[in-house]
């Protein structure tokens, strides 16, 4: 191979990869982005790893107040049912 030859060649060779790695980023989305949202998502994970009783004991409060509050709720219908029902002749 002549040196003007080998020069052509590594030349296209290069225009080529870069044509294909342009491609895939633009495809993609940009890259930096990519990682940055991927970090940002980890952290934000992490917090709330280190918050699992607060966050466990914060749905059980809430299971316990809605639950509380739908009993009652059952409980004033049915007893008004039954004294509604003593009281009619």
């Known amino acids: 191979m002549t040196r003007g030859r080998r020069s052509a060649v590594s030349l296209l060779t290069v225009v080529v990869v870069l044509v294909a790695l342009t491609a895939t980023v633009a495809a993609d989305g940009s890259a930096v982005e990519t990682t940055l949202d991927k970090t940002e998502a980890a952290a934000d994970a992490t917090a709330l790893a280190d ?3 607060l966050l466990a004991a914060g749905g059980a409060l809430l299971g316990i ?3 509380a509050a739908i ?9 008004n049912r039954e004294i509604g ?3 009619q002749p």
């Open 71 to 79: 009993a009652s709720g059952v409980t004033y219908w049915y007893k």
């Open 51 to 53: 918050q699992t009783m």
């Open 85 to 87: 029902g003593r009281l």
């Open 65 to 67: 107040g809605l639950g």
